[in-house]
């Protein structure tokens, strides 16, 4: 009887220990993870499309694009940030002052001459006007797009708000006369 009751203690001990260490690894992990800044949810976050209007001399076609930011330069930090960053940033990185290079690529939802994908190159600045650039701040630069093969340079101007996630840009090819607008969600 004693025996029995040492030995389902015994039991009740083990399994608390590996409830314990499991419960403690996974804090362990969260707060490592949280350190580096990726996440299983920032990971799937980055998924999540903006949306393009193109509009080109013959028809308007809607697309979805996926962007990353492979190099940030932050120039509105203090010196205690590192100002370059490499495909992660945070929100006042960008929205404090910044010149990001940004990839991208466009699924359109009807063929854009031979093909429904586009690609593009862009370098942006980052200026803040309100409140350091939370509330509102302007976004310009160049980009390079190429769509079903044939390849345009655009002008960029822009706004962004909502601490930098939402953000409002126009692109405009002069020697095409193609319009573009996207509204995009930055996810940090």
Not at 14 to 21: E, G, K
Not at 108 to 127: D, E, N, R
Request: glycine share 8%.
């Amino acid at each position: 009887m004693i025996s029995q009751k040492i030995l389902s203690y015994s039991r009740l001990l083990f399994l608390a220990a590996i409830l314990f260490l499991a419960f403690w690894q996974s804090a362990a992990s969260q707060e490592q993870r949280q350190q580096n800044g990726v996440s299983s949810t920032w990971l799937i976050l980055q998924t999540l499309p903006s949306y393009s209007w193109t509009s080109f001399p013959r028809q308007t076609n809607f697309a979805f694009e996926w962007e990353a930011a492979p190099v940030l330069y932050s120039f509105g930090m203090n010196k205690l940030d590192p100002p370059w960053h490499f495909f992660q940033v945070t929100q006042p990185e960008r929205f404090a002052g910044s010149i990001e290079m940004i990839v991208s690529s466009q699924l359109y939802t009807s063929k854009v001459g031979t093909s429904h994908w586009g690609f593009s190159g862009q370098i942006l600045a980052h200026l803040p006007l309100v409140e350091y650039g939370e509330y509102l701040g302007l976004n310009f630069g160049g980009a390079h797009y190429t769509i079903a093969g044939m390849s345009s340079n655009y002008i960029v101007g822009g706004l962004s708000t909502f601490f930098g996630f939402l953000h409002y840009n126009i692109k405009f090819s002069p020697s095409d006369k193609i319009w573009m607008n996207t509204i995009e969600f930055r996810f940090f």
